[in-house]
C-alpha cells in the first residue's frame, strides 16, 4: 500500500510505495545535525512533487533535498551514478512511528 508523507510545510508531498521495514540512523556530519531517517527506495518508484533545493557538499555524490519554505529534509538522490535507489526522509511519512520499526546505524562517518 502505497505511503504518502509530506514536509511541515506540506509544500513538498512524498509518496513511497509501502511504509520502510527499517530505517537508517547514518552517521555522516550532516545526518548527525539533522537527525534523519532514512528509507531507501528504487528511484521509480518514488514520487516527489514541490520544488526542493539540493543541497551538496563532500564527495559531491549526491543531492540532498529540502523544502525552501520550512526546511525540512525530503530526500537524497544521485547526481549522476545509479545506486539503483535513493533515500527518502522517513520521518516525514504519515504515520511514521521510529519505536516500530528496525534503526539500523549505518557507517558514513567522514
Ligand atoms: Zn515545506
Not at 20 to 34: G, I
Not at 72 to 92: C, P, V, Y
Amino acid at each position: 500500500m502505497r505511503v504518502q508523507g509530506s514536509c511541515h510545510c506540506g509544500a513538498v508531498r512524498v509518496e513511497v510505495p509501502d511504509a520502510p521495514a527499517w530505517v537508517a540512523a547514518c552517521n555522516c556530519s550532516l545526518c548527525r545535525k539533522l537527525a534523519w531517517r532514512v528509507a531507501y527506495y528504487p528511484p521509480e518508484q518514488v514520487r516527489i512533487s514541490g520544488e526542493t533545493v539540493a543541497y551538496v557538499w563532500g564527495d559531491r555524490m549526491i543531492g540532498i533535498h529540502h523544502c525552501p519554505v520550512c526546511g525540512s529534509g525530503t530526500h537524497w538522490q544521485t547526481l549522476g551514478e545509479d545506486f539503483g535507489k535513493m533515500g527518502i526522509n522517513a520521518r516525514l511519512l504519515d504515520g511514521f512511528d521510529e519505536s516500530a520499526v528496525e534503526v539500523r546505524k549505518v557507517d558514513n562517518a567522514d
